[in-house]
């Protein structure tokens, strides 16, 4: 199997579903296990994830702290082979690669989509959403086909599925998460439910539970904390505490490989064996 780094690739030609937000999360979730990550912002415009670890990083700086973070770059060109050579590059110091994707169809965005070996596409929950993926019937909201965006990455599944024996390359793993199901009325949740749950037979992704609609995701931001920083966070909330455990059960539903560095003795960790280990830890 490939001993390159493990690609982690948040997707979605729709924004506003807390990809960036997840990507940075789960970057550093990853990092309080002592992997080596590095973070590719592809949104030259936007570059949400990349001014979240600006965030993170001033905020050590200005604390005088030292906090598990991951090495974060903007990818502002249009040309596929640079970005392949920047991506080779971190690739050969680090043990994980995350990139955040624009909210628009995008040719870079869809380049590093069909090379993911971990594929994270965020919905909302609704139908809107879904619409990304797959069309519903008006009247029994049946699934009537395949959007563009998932034919794009059945047909990158399948050529990946002959490389993998081939080549030697991983199979590619593609996991639609769910967010804020809680602002979702129970009827049109069910009706997801069923469509996801359809279409997911028919194109191959798994489906996992995500991160519901917190005002603390927004209040972290500006610190470029995570819910993960036990004790720089101040004295937190039963609400808090729910959105920590929400996280756990995102990571842990992802499925990532085992970090093979070892924790960092500085995070004072326990010695965590696997993501969801380390993110108990940090409890």
Request: glycine share 6%; charged share 25%.
């Amino acid at each position: 199997m490939s001993t390159g780094p493990h690609r982690i690739v948040f997707a979605n030609e729709k924004g506003g579903t807390g990809k960036s937000t997840t990507a940075v999360h789960v970057a550093i979730a990853l990092a309080c296990q002592g992997a080596r990550v590095a973070a590719i912002d592809l949104d030259a415009r936007q570059r949400t994830m990349h001014r979240y670890f600006e965030n993170r990083a001033e905020t050590m700086r200005r604390r005088a702290i030292s906090l598990p973070t991951a090495t974060f770059e903007v990818y502002s060109g249009d040309s596929i082979e640079e970005l392949d050579a920047m991506t080779a590059r971190l690739s050969e110091s680090h043990d994980f690669i995350v990139f955040d994707t624009p909210g628009r169809d995008d040719p870079l965005a869809r380049h590093v989509a069909t090379r993911a070996d971990t594929l994270v596409t965020p919905l909302n929950d609704s139908f809107v959403d879904f619409d990304l993926i797959g069309q519903v019937d008006a009247e029994t909201f049946k699934v009537r086909r395949l959007s563009f965006y998932a034919e794009l990455i059945w047909e990158a599944r399948k050529k990946r599925a002959m490389a993998t024996i081939k080549d030697s390359r991983r199979e590619m793993d593609w996991v639609v998460v769910r967010n804020r199901t809680g602002f979702t009325e129970a009827r049109n949740q069910k009706r997801i439910d069923t469509a996801l749950t359809e279409l997911s037979k028919r194109v191959g992704f798994r489906v996992a539970s995500g991160l519901s609609e917190r005002v603390i995701y927004r209040e972290l931001f500006p610190s470029g904390l995570t819910l993960l920083d036990k004790g720089h966070l101040g004295e937190l909330g039963t609400s808090h505490l729910v959105a920590r455990q929400e996280l756990r059960t995102l990571v842990g539903g992802l499925n990532l490989p085992p970090v093979v560095s070892g924790p960092n003795p500085e995070l004072h960790l326990d010695a965590p064996s696997s993501t969801k280990t380390a993110l108990e830890s940090a409890a």
